[in-house]
T-cell receptor, first 112, second 113 residues
Framework: DAGVIQSPRHEVTEMGQEVTLRCKPISGHNSLFWYRQTMMRGLELLIYFNNNVPIDDSGMPEDRFSAKMPNASFSTLKIQPSEPRDSAVYFC??????????FGSGTQLSVL | QQQVKQSPQSLIVQKGGISIINCAYE??????FPWYQQFPGKGPALLIA?????SEKKEGRFTISFNKSAKQFSLHIMDSQPGDSATYFCAASIRGSARQLTFGSGTQLTVLP
């Protein structure tokens, strides 16, 4: 299995631009999570889906952030408009049976 | 009450030494305590986990010690190796649910050759 696949690995954009991060979970996993990692705040859960349905988005910082999961093999996290304080590493993770989390390698986002 | 406090923030150990990372929690509803290991440029990966019905769990050189009354748990890395250099996160959840994982702030471990 290729594991959780995220793209792009690195994204550099200018303030105000739209950013879309992509994630392909491990086949057969029914829960998907988006995390943000920063030095100041550590690992923060933004949103998670179960069976493609958003269950808890209380960690999404602002309305500028949105996430979708149109099918079991694909999810996106969108930031529009982006701001410099959104600069972070964004991780996608998936799980089956809701215990062990499998993380992707992350997307390093820099908003200038 | 959902916090998990982790210490130290960074740790430097000589090759062959013992690395010890500590975590403390407040929420007594937590019943699953995993440790994740993260190498630079990679996502965290589950290393070892414990449930509160045991006081210790060992997997190779890695041991979790759990003190339910003190609401503390720790990771011990015996015979530390340079390849163990990584960031380690403790975490806790309720009913073993990944949905409710609360992560500690992380410990950057450096093992000197």
């Amino acid at each position: 299995d290729a594991g959780v696949i995220q793209s792009p690995r690195h994204e550099v954009t200018e303030m105000g631009q739209e950013v879309t991060l992509r994630c392909k979970p491990i086949s057969g996993h029914n829960s998907l999570f988006w995390y943000r990692q920063t030095m100041m705040r550590g690992l923060e859960l933004l949103i998670y889906f179960n069976n493609n349905v958003p269950i808890d988005d209380s960690g999404m910082p602002e309305d500028r952030f949105s996430a979708k999961m149109p099918n079991a093999s694909f999810s996106t996290l969108k930031i529009q408009p982006s701001e410099p304080r959104d600069s972070a590493v964004y991780f996608c993770a998936s799980t089956h049976r809701n215990e062990k989390l499998f993380f992707g390698s992350g997307t390093q986002l820099s908003v200038l | 009450q959902q916090q998990v406090k982790q210490s130290p923030q960074s740790l430097i150990v000589q090759k062959g030494g013992i690395s010890i990372i500590n975590c403390a929690y407040e929420n007594t509803a937590f019943d699953y305590f995993p440790w994740y290991q993260q190498f630079p440029g990679k996502g965290p990966a589950l290393l070892i986990a414990i449930r509160p019905d045991v006081s210790e769990k060992k997997e190779g050189r890695f041991t979790i010690s759990f003190n339910k009354s003190a609401k503390q748990f720790s990771l011990h890395i015996m015979d530390s190796q340079p390849g163990d250099s990584a960031t380690y996160f403790c975490a806790a959840s309720i009913r073993g649910s990944a949905r409710q994982l609360t992560f500690g702030s992380g410990t950057q471990l450096t093992v000197l050759p």
